[in-house]
């Protein structure tokens, strides 16, 4: 298949972005690394009638610690983020959670704001960002800017609170997390995960006080699970009994949806496997 016609233009520099999208309104959508949107062109689910070509944007590419927390730049590849040096290892779980992400090529090209952007709900970064509470800075008209926390950011099945004229140019994570672990299942190794789950312990010794469970690919966007967290909160030592009662927890409290990929049923099981398995890994760090 071959995407329908579409004008070709280049932005030079951040504020050359937000130009262009005001002046070609909502016929025009940005490309970075084009892993999403060039498919969906290809099989005509989207047809936009101009592209903005942002991705030799190099200062929005870029792994820069800042204080606690870690900023990543919009433009930043998968593959960026996996081989980074000197990484906090309270970020171990973004370098690890890429290689879920398709494969080689795939993460070399994607971006992380791509995937943001695009708003999969199986997608690692979406999945990420709600889980360690991650902010999104979004750049509108005139170089306005705005912040948007990631439980405010999906909105639907490839939908976001990001306006026409908006894009992002960078997402934050606030705080380490020494004790989180994402894991997924897939049909085949690189294709989006039918259900992925991610967890953030907060251990004192082998005595689990807290954490954040997240899943993915059980509802239409990636969410957070009040009820696995409610276990938690309660507390308990490390080990398989409160995992399970954790993933348990979890597995009752969600309403998956059944398709070509899996019942509602199937999903519940493999929401409580995986949750179980990210619990073990997450207090093994
Ligand atoms: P693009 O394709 O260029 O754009 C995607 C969308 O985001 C478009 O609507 C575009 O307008 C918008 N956009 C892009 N950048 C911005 C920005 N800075 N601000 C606002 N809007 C923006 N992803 C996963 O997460 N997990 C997987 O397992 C996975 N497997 C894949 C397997 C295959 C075979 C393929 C082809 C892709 C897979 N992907 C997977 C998708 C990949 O991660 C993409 O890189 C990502 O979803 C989009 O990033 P991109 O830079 O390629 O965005």
Redesign the pocket.
């Known amino acids: 298949m071959k995407p329908a016609a579409f004008t070709y233009h280049r932005a030079r520099d951040v504020d050359g972005v937000t130009a262009l999208l005001t002046e070609l309104g909502d016929d025009a959508?940005?490309?970075?690394?084009?892993?999403?949107?060039?498919?969906m062109m290809n099989f005509r689910l989207a047809r936009p009638r101009h592209l903005v070509d942002?991705s030799r944007l190099s200062t929005l590419r870029h792994v820069t610690p800042d204080g606690a927390g870690l900023r990543i730049g919009?433009l930043t590849t998968?593959h960026d983020v996996e081989t980074a040096d000197g990484l906090d290892p309270g970020f171990t779980i973004l370098r690890e959670a890429m290689a879920?992400?398709?494969h080689l090529p795939?993460r070399s090209?994607?971006?992380v704001?791509?995937?943001l952007?695009?708003a999969?709900a199986t997608?690692?970064?979406c999945l990420l960002a709600v889980l360690l509470n991650a902010r999104v800075t979004a750049r509108g008209p005139g170089g306005s800017e705005r912040q948007i926390a990631a439980a405010d950011l999906f909105l639907g099945f490839y939908s976001t609170t990001?306006e026409p004229d908006e894009?992002?140019t960078e997402v934050v994570f606030p705080r380490p997390a020494p004790h989180a672990a994402l894991t997924e299942f897939a049909e085949r190794h690189?294709?989006?995960?039918t259900v992925a789950a991610a967890v953030d312990l907060d251990l004192d010794g082998d005595t689990v006080r807290g954490g954040r469970v997240a899943l993915g690919g059980v509802a239409p966007t990636p969410v957070r699970v009040d009820a696995a967290e409610e276990v938690l909160r309660r507390g308990g030592r490390v080990g398989p009994q409160l995992f399970t009662e954790c993933a348990d927890a979890a597995a009752e409290a969600i309403d998956p949806p059944s398709d070509a990929n899996g019942t509602a049923d199937y999903r519940k099981a493999l929401a409580r496997t995986l949750i179980t398995r990210a619990c073990a890994e997450a207090s093994e760090r």
Not at 190 to 193: K, L, N, S, V
């Open positions: 959508k940005i490309i970075a690394g084009g892993q999403s949107l060039v498919p942002v919009a998968h879920w992400v398709g795939i090209l994607g971006t704001g791509g995937s952007a695009h999969d997608a690692e970064w990001l894009f992002i690189g294709d989006f995960a």
